[in-house]
Nanobody, 126 residues
Framework: QVQLVESGGGLVQTGGSLRLSCAIS????????IGWFRQAPGKERERVGC????????WNADSVRWRFTVSREPLENTVYLQMNNLETEDTAVYYCATSGMRSSSCPANEGAMNHWGSGTLVIVSA
């Protein structure tokens, strides 16, 4: 069973930075897409970033472009979400996910994700 475990969340002030990690086990990320999603209180889950490990290309949502960056460390089978210049609107539970299908591409569609982590909470205070 594929396992994804997020870490790195926490409390940070506006303008601060955090780096989230998504460690994947029982599954090599080399040929797959890993997506980052978030769900803010009272809102629907939305996609924020994605990396296609087949070629290293990445994608970010307009709301986080120029502030968030998705990267990978294949030797560690880990994907990262670097978040800079955080805003209170970034407060959410952040999830990583994968479809587990080589045909997937970025941006990742939430409905196509078959494997999810349990999430890590990010709180940005004013």
């Amino acid at each position: 069973q594929v396992q994804l475990v997020e870490s790195g969340g926490g409390l940070v002030q506006t303008g601060g930075s955090l780096r989230l990690s998504c460690a994947i086990s029982k599954f090599k990320i080399d040929s797959y897409v890993i997506g980052w999603f978030r769900q803010a209180p009272g809102k629907e889950r939305e996609r924020v970033g994605c990396i296609n490990n087949k070629d290293g290309t990445t994608w970010n949502a307009d709301s986080v472009r120029w502030r968030f960056t998705v990267s990978r460390e294949p030797l560690e089978n880990t994907v990262y979400l670097q978040m800079n210049n955080l805003e209170t609107e970034d407060t959410a539970v952040y999830y990583c996910a994968t479809s587990g299908m080589r045909s997937s591409s970025c941006p990742a569609n939430e409905g196509a994700m078959n494997h999810w982590g349990s999430g890590t909470l990010v709180i940005v205070s004013a």
